[in-house]
């Protein structure tokens, strides 16, 4: 299912939505955001290490992050909300996913993704080193930063 999803190039499709957090019990109420930095756990589950938005990383963040882990202002992380996800169509046999979202969607995105790339880039070896103080055996190149999201109430799959 995420290899052919992610041939439609629209992000990473979770296959286990429902976040996961140890950390706050707030995080699981709004789920995967915008500025989340984790990785993809072994059942499909988004795995939330930290988040770097300032306007909601205080209520979910762990205590203990060093500096440079989020963008220096508010102003920097605002994000747009896009138009309704509408039915789409993308066939690429002789495999392939069909991700079917009755009630559509809703998508938001950063207004300047660029100061997460510039962001990502000054620090992803800090972030890495850090899911290593968590406890968390990763591999390299399995840390995501969300820079945006599709979010749904209902959706169906099949694989061919």
Known sequence: YTRSMLECMVGYPLYEPEPFSE??????????????VGFVAEDGTF?????ICPPQNSSINPSNLPAGFSLETTEHSKTRKMRPLLRKTHLAPPTGAILELPEGAIQAGPIDPGL?????????????????????GISNGSLYLVTSFTKCAQWGIALF
């Open 23 to 36: 950390l706050s019990v707030e995080y699981p109420r709004n789920g995967v955001n915008i500025g989340d």
């Open 116 to 136: 997460f790339a510039d962001l990502a880039k000054r620090h992803g070896v800090e972030w890495y080193e850090y899911t290593k103080t968590r406890r968390r």
């Open 47 to 51: 795995d939330f290490l930290f988040n």
